[in-house]
């Protein structure tokens, strides 16, 4: 077992598209994450979005909890500070945040079980500069699942339908400034302390894959199978990407989910909030979760259950106190 993660270039996966995957396959196998460099989506995108979400955090307290949609387990418009708690924890996040989810037409077959979005009237370019974003993690995302595929020895086409109108979210994250951060630390030598107040406290995702932009602030670590805390450090503009519980439920286990977490700021950044753009890709909601096959060893069990994505989700959101 390696824990150093793969820093690749989306490039390769047309130039030597084997060599890609199988870099890509040993990361993820290994520690559950990779960074990928190159992939695409145009920095003068990313800069807009980013001015759109510190527009809207920067906004009163009382405008954003507008847009608090009851009902919808968080999953469009806004979510206060102090309401989500990792799983297993007793001390909420610090943290507020912003859903995109995906425009369905009218009389779509999962417009029951995916709300329509809703817009902040107060910033200018938010919803258009906020689609064509998460139209760019979309495609992003088939690409890292192609060649997912290929390291899993499956159709490179496989995922296009497992995630085709999937119950994908683009998340604008916000960390306010800490005025006293060193009272809100947690222990950094316990995989998932449970009663001290973090940026974000130690978790898997739930989703398929998350592509993450804006993590060059410090504080995004990952727990190595041996027990260990290292960071996870992009440079700038590119993508950390990661494997959710749904595909590695769908590999048995192959496909590593990892616990991850972001550490509260050193004393010397603490005045400084931090930001992310976080997509959660999904499948859709009537994919079965199953182990595939070759996945599971002659005469042994699956180690999960077969079970709908949206059944899945909806228990993962009760579970983080979103739902």
Do not use: C
Not at 38 to 58: K, N, S, T, V
Not at 67 to 81: L, N, Q, S
Not at 151 to 163: A, M, N
């Amino acid at each position: 077992m390696h824990d150093k993660i793969a820093a690749l270039s989306l490039t390769d996966a047309d130039r030597d598209p084997t060599g890609f995957a199988g870099k890509l396959g040993r990361s993820f196998g290994d520690t559950g994450f990779a960074i990928v460099a190159d992939h695409g989506i145009a920095q003068a995108l990313i800069d807009r979005a980013e001015a759109q979400a510190r527009a809207f955090f920067a906004l009163p307290e009382e405008v954003k909890r507008r847009y608090a949609i009851a009902g919808t387990g968080g999953a469009r418009g806004y979510t206060p500070f102090g309401i989500e708690t990792a799983k297993g924890h007793t001390a909420h996040d610090l943290k507020e945040f912003w859903h995109v989810g995906r425009d369905l037409p009218k009389g779509h077959t999962f417009a029951a079980v995916m709300s329509p979005n809703v817009w902040p009237v107060e910033v200018a370019d938010f919803r258009p500069t906020l689609l064509e974003l998460y139209d760019a993690f979309d495609r992003v995302g088939v690409q890292i699942l192609s060649a997912i595929a290929r390291f899993l020895g499956i159709d490179e086409d496989y995922f296009r339908d497992t995630v085709r109108d999937g119950n994908s979210v683009l998340r604008l994250l916000h960390y306010p400034p800490q005025p006293s951060p060193t009272d809100q630390s947690e222990p950094t030598d316990q995989p998932k302390p449970t009663g001290k107040h973090i940026r974000a406290g130690a978790h898997e995702d739930i989703n398929t894959i998350t592509l993450l932009l804006g993590a060059e602030e410090a504080g995004l670590e990952l727990l190595t199978r041996d027990g260990r805390w290292i960071p996870v450090s992009p440079k700038s503009g590119e993508l950390v990407i990661n494997i959710g519980d749904m595909l590695q439920r769908l590999t048995n286990g192959r496909l590593h989910s990892t616990s991850h977490r972001v550490v509260n700021p050193s004393p010397d950044r603490a005045a400084h909030a931090r930001s992310s753009m976080p997509f959660f890709l999904h499948f859709r909601p009537d994919f079965l979760i199953e182990a595939l096959p070759g996945t599971v060893e002659a005469g042994e069990a699956p180690q999960w259950p077969p079970i709908t994505a949206h059944d899945y989700l909806a228990e993962r959101l009760r579970e983080i106190k979103l739902a």
